[in-house]
């Protein structure tokens, strides 16, 4: 007789529990998409999405490793609008390692169909299918992915992420064709200046030192997302972000990625710069003002820190 009530108990206390983590899941799927259509009202519509691009003609990534071609569009509207950021992003799913390749917008190329051009051009030209084929003819590099980012979202984005600002060192006034002036100095930058911040290149370094902004400001970020208290903003993160994201990106390896960065947050970014130093010289051709590279040193130098290891890749520069 004492055994039939404790097997009474038992399944009642089993049905309790799996009713309890039933409700439980069902709370967490209701706030995630509260929160997601949240994001979604409070981000206006973006331009990237209203643009169709043809077929992305990807690799399939071998041995968990992925290469994303990342893109920011300086579209205002044109039709035919050149990459304003150009970077590869190099992503290990076993060791959950993440590298950030940033190629210069006036790198002096062979776009196919349209001769030597500045990489940026090949955007313009063809969308992303083309900049894959320009990136693989140039540099022997296979790219899995891609995602496009329109800048006019970067600022809500860093919000969310960030509402407590990314501090930096400016090191000069900045104003000329960003809509603002930064002062100089260390200070806390949100949305809205931190965009100014990265797209700024009218001073010494010109081009090169808003490729090192851009490096610095997306590691602040990693490091700010990946914190505990903004994983439960990931659902409303996603919803803004929608309308200025474009990607072929599936979601199974988004969430894989998400978690691997999230579990090893405590990684750094490793960086590189193509041209990488002492491989190119300033010179104008037809195209205007371009970075006439060695094609050869800067195609080995990408190939090397893209499939280094670890601490390979850290020594990189």
């Known amino acids: 007789m004492g055994?039939?009530?404790?097997?009474?108990?038992?399944?009642?206390?089993?049905?309790?529990?799996?009713?309890?983590?039933?409700?439980?899941?069902i709370l967490i799927?209701?706030?995630?998409?509260?929160?997601?259509?949240?994001?979604v009202s409070e981000a206006s519509s973006g331009q990237i999405n209203q643009k169709v691009f043809g077929d992305f003609k990807g690799s399939e990534p071998h041995y968990g490793e992925l290469n994303v071609l990342l893109l920011g569009s300086d579209s205002r509207g044109e039709a035919?609008?050149?990459?304003?950021?150009?970077?590869?992003?190099?992503?290990?799913q076993k060791?959950?390692?993440?590298?950030?390749?940033?190629?210069?917008?006036?790198?002096?190329?062979?776009?196919?169909?349209?001769?030597?051009?500045?990489?940026?051009?090949?955007?313009?030209?063809?969308?992303?299918?083309?900049?894959?084929?320009t990136l693989k003819e140039n540099f022997g590099v296979d790219i899995n992915y891609y995602a496009i980012v329109?800048?006019?979202?970067?600022?809500?984005?860093?919000?969310?992420?960030a509402p407590?600002?990314?501090?930096?060192?400016i090191p000069y006034k900045m104003s000329y064709g960003i809509g603002m002036t930064l002062e100089p100095g260390k200070q806390v930058l949100h949305g809205d200046k931190l965009l100014g911040y990265v797209r700024f290149r009218h001073d010494r370094l010109s081009d090169f030192g808003r490729v090192e902004r851009q490096q610095e400001v997306l590691?602040?970020?990693?490091?700010?997302?990946?914190?505990?208290?903004?994983?439960?903003?990931?659902?409303?993160?996603?919803?803004?972000?929608?309308?200025?994201?474009e990607t072929n990106i599936d979601t199974p390896t988004l969430l894989s990625i998400g978690k691997g960065l999230i579990t090893e947050k405590s990684k750094k970014i490793d960086t590189l710069r193509i041209p990488v130093q002492n491989s190119y010289?300033?010179?104008?051709?037809?195209?205007?003002?371009?970075?006439?590279?060695?094609?050869?040193?800067?195609?080995?130098?990408?190939?090397?820190?893209?499939?280094?290891?670890?601490?390979?890749?850290?020594?990189?520069?």
Request: charged letters at 25%; one cysteine or more.
């Open 3 to 25: 055994s039939r009530v404790r097997a009474k108990k038992k399944r009642r206390w089993l049905r309790l529990s799996l009713l309890s983590l039933f409700t439980f899941f």
């Open 29 to 39: 799927a209701v706030f995630c998409i509260y929160q997601y259509k949240n994001g």
């Open 80 to 92: 035919h609008a050149r990459s304003d950021t150009l970077m590869i992003a190099h992503y290990d």
């Open 95 to 133: 060791s959950h390692q993440l590298k950030l390749a940033s190629i210069m917008r006036d790198t002096y190329v062979d776009v196919p169909g349209h001769g030597k051009q500045k990489i940026n051009a090949a955007f313009a030209f063809g969308g992303p299918e083309l900049v894959r084929q």
């Open 150 to 161: 329109d800048f006019e979202g970067f600022s809500k984005l860093v919000d969310i992420i």
């Open 164 to 169: 407590k600002g990314i501090a930096v060192n």
């Open 219 to 245: 590691q602040k970020i990693k490091d700010q997302a990946v914190r505990v208290q903004n994983i439960v903003k990931l659902p409303k993160l996603l919803g803004t972000a929608t309308p200025y994201i």
């Open 281 to 317: 010289e300033n010179e104008r051709v037809n195209v205007g003002d371009v970075l006439n590279i060695d094609l050869e040193k800067n195609k080995q130098a990408l190939n090397d820190f893209l499939n280094s290891s670890e601490e390979e890749g850290r020594s990189q520069k």
